[in-house]
């Protein structure tokens, strides 16, 4: 049974940082890009962040140059490293195997305020 599980989100000031982590089992996770979304109240979900198996990577315009994912493929984990947060950021944020049929986490809440 494949299970990707999220953590590492909660409140953050303005201009902080969070590290989100993305642990995947029940699959070779080596053979799978994987992405990072969000999903803001009232908003589609949005595409952040993908990493192709050897470590290729995209990110939305909205976060370019202020997120970083990585992943290792010895623990088979996948990570979202988040600086210079804005209130914008504010979603749940889903890690998910890039694939036919796709596997998704439950996520994981970020918020950012004062």
């Known amino acids: 049974q494949v299970q990707l599980v999220e953590s590492g989100g909660g409140l953050v000031q303005p201009g902080g940082s969070l590290r989100l982590s993305c642990a995947a089992s029940?699959?070779?996770?080596?053979?799978?890009?994987m992405r990072w979304h969000r999903q803001a109240p009232g908003k589609e979900r949005e595409l952040v962040a993908s990493i192709s198996r050897s470590g290729s990577t995209n990110y939305a315009d909205s976060v370019k140059g202020r997120f970083t994912i990585s992943r290792d493929n010895t623990k088979n984990t996948v990570t979202l490293q988040m600086s210079n947060l804005s209130p914008e950021d504010t979603a749940v944020y889903y890690c998910n195997t890039i694939s036919t049929p796709a596997y998704w986490g439950q996520g994981t809440q970020v918020t950012v305020s004062s």
């Open positions: 029940g699959l070779t996770f080596s053979k799978y890009a």
